[in-house]
């Protein structure tokens, strides 16, 4: 099994619609959880840490469920700036991240 | 806002020929890690760094690959011997104190052709 799986999309939503997506994750002893974007051929870029409370960061909602190991990711009001790869990265408090293969997200207009 | 900067942005080299991408943390930043990404595939943990020796390593990191922090602002990956599957991009990162739990900072890049 994968240490973190992702659905790939391509996830094509209008303006405005809202995109919700998720990934799981296979070691139950993993501390931290990030998403992370990633636009064509550019370095990640940390979008948002993931807590288990759940937390929010302007159109971005983000949750935690350790219980069924996977952690989601929601975007409200999409604007054509959110078309990337949205990453899944989960830290096991060893040092190393491990990344998901990625979401691809395109907001069309 | 401070960022982690990586030179070359691309690097061509032959087959067989040493490589070294240079990388420089975030300054207050205490541990550093390499990842590569091959064209089309996910990012992949190579290692780890912290207090001056290695933390973690991947079964990529084999006896080709070491990392080096030659003072205290330089990050270095070498590769002793290129093969053409070393062709990638590689990202440097940093995260700060506390713990290796924090958000990792990714440089931009150095795009690798092996020819």
């Known amino acids: 099994r994968k240490e973190v799986e992702q659905d790939p999309g391509p996830f094509n939503v209008p303006e405005g619609a809202t995109v919700a997506f998720n990934c799981t994750y296979s070691?139950?002893?993993?501390?931290?959880f990030f998403w992370y974007r990633q636009d064509c051929r550019k370095e990640p870029k940390l979008l948002m840490s993931v807590y288990s409370s759940g937390n929010e960061d302007g159109r971005f909602t983000a949750q935690l469920n350790r219980a069924s190991q996977y952690i989601s990711l929601l975007i409200r009001d999409s604007k054509l700036s959110d078309s990337a790869t949205y990453l899944c990265?989960?830290?096991?408090?060893?040092?190393?991240?491990?990344f998901g293969a990625g979401t691809t997200v395109t907001v069309r207009a | 806002e401070p960022e982690v900067t990586q030179t070359p942005s691309h690097q061509v080299t032959q087959m067989g020929q040493e490589v070294i991408l240079r990388c420089v943390p975030i300054?207050?930043?205490?541990?550093f890690y390499w990842y590569r990404q091959i064209l089309g595939q996910k990012v992949e943990f190579l290692v780890s760094f912290y207090n001056n020796e290695i933390s973690e390593k991947s079964e990529i990191f084999d006896d080709q690959f070491s990392v080096e922090r030659p003072d205290g602002s330089n990050f270095t990956l070498k590769i002793r011997s290129t093969k053409l599957e070393d062709s990638a991009m590689y990202f440097c990162?940093?995260?700060?104190?506390?713990?290796?739990?924090?958000?990792?900072?990714f440089g931009d890049g150095t795009r690798l052709s092996i020819l």
């Open positions: 300054s207050n930043h205490l541990y």
């Open positions: 070691n139950s002893a993993s501390q931290s």
């Open positions: 990265v989960v830290n096991r408090n060893d040092y190393k991240l491990s």
């Open positions: 990162a940093s995260s700060p104190p506390p713990d290796g739990n924090q958000p990792q900072h």
